[in-house]
T-cell receptor, first 109, second 115 residues
Framework: GQNIDQPTEMTATEGAIVQINCTYQ??????LFWYQQHAGEAPTFLSY????GLEEKGRFSSFLSRSKGYSYLLLKELQMKDSASYLC??????????FGAGTTVTVRA | GAVVSQHPSWVICKSGTSVKIECRSL??????MFWYRQFPKQSLMLMAT?????????EQGVEKDKFLINHASLTLSTLTVTSAHPEDSSFYIC???????????FGPGTRLTVT
């Protein structure tokens, strides 16, 4: 099975940077994903890491260290619309995703 | 990008009745779809993997006779919650596996309330 841990809540100011950490222990690893989910809506894809290192996509970046079972999602230049839940998910060899409980990010003006 | 739809977006039913939820890939063919359930303030939990033309694979603890999955075509998978009870009230989300390795497209979800 998969055990995925991420903080429950984080608060930051508009324009700031926030880093959401995710640690995992898995029985199989075939990629790590970050999704954004607004309340009552389905998750939307943010990033995908399968090799170690940093993937940058605009204001969002994601990092992976497979040896440490660790990833983070970096959100830069925070905007009010970034207030949402951010889900860390690990994929196994059967393409099944296991999700963490999600980190609720609140952006304050 | 690829679009996955779900119908209905919300449904209220009485305890003991059955409810069918449809998941469609609108502009691509999906040989594999996934069904998730999400309780309030909790994460998505995978219920089953739906493969076109074959039986669904259920995760441990998910009753296959209660949650019937049919993947009759490359663009449609259905989840039927049979003899629904209040504890089945949840947000049900489907996803479809895309062509590229990292792609998995989520539907907008169906909120089920059983009274």
């Amino acid at each position: 099975g998969q055990n995925i841990d991420q903080p429950t809540e984080m608060t930051a100011t508009e324009g700031a940077i926030v880093q959401i950490n995710c640690t995992y222990q898995t029985s199989g690893f075939n990629g790590l994903f970050w999704y954004q989910q607004h309340a009552g809506e389905a998750p939307t894809f943010l990033s995908y890491n399968v090799l170690d290192g940093l993937e940058e996509k605009g204001r969002f970046s994601s990092f992976l260290s497979r040896s440490k079972g660790y990833s983070y999602l970096l959100l830069k230049e925070l905007q009010m619309k970034d207030s949402a839940s951010y889900l860390c998910a690990v994929r196994d060899g059967d393409y099944k995703l296991s999700f963490g409980a999600g980190t609720t990010v609140t952006v304050r003006a | 990008g690829a679009v996955v739809s779900q119908h209905p977006s919300w449904v209220i039913c009485k305890s003991g009745t059955s409810v069918k939820i449809e998941c469609r890939s609108l502009d691509f063919q999906a040989t594999t779809m996934f069904w998730y359930r999400q309780f309030p303030k909790q994460s998505l939990m995978l219920m089953a993997t739906s493969n076109e033309g074959s039986k669904a694979t259920y995760e441990q603890g998910v009753e296959k006779d209660k949650f019937l999955i049919n993947h009759a075509s490359l663009t449609l998978s259905t989840l039927t919650v049979t003899s629904a009870h209040p504890e089945d009230s949840s947000f049900y989300i489907c996803s479809a596996r895309g062509v590229l390795d990292y792609e998995q497209y989520f539907g907008p979800g169906t909120r089920l309330t059983v009274t």
